[in-house]
């Protein structure tokens, strides 16, 4: 998961956001499988959050597999083949 501050301005490149990150000051969090993630005040409703797009890397034998990266590019972590994100809001009365 990647939050990005108030007012920064988002690439929109997508090759770039997958190598570069959205912005300059996005903050990653890793999320292991089964985790939750709760956040609320400005991280919720200033903050943008998103989970940026993989990106492609050739294996040795000569295949390709998407991977994550955590901090910078040279972190890889491979995608496993199953994604699930359950979001749940309140609004205020």
Sequence with gaps: MTFTPPGMTQRKNSLQMA???YGDADIDVLLNPRCLLL????SRHGWR?????????DTDDGHTKICDWFGTANNLIP??????????SFARK
């Design 39 to 42: 956040f609320c005040g400005t």
């Design 79 to 88: 995608r496993n083949g199953e994604r699930i994100s359950i979001s749940i």
């Design 49 to 57: 959050r998103a989970i940026r797009p993989g990106v492609e890397v």
């Design 19 to 21: 190598l570069q990150s």
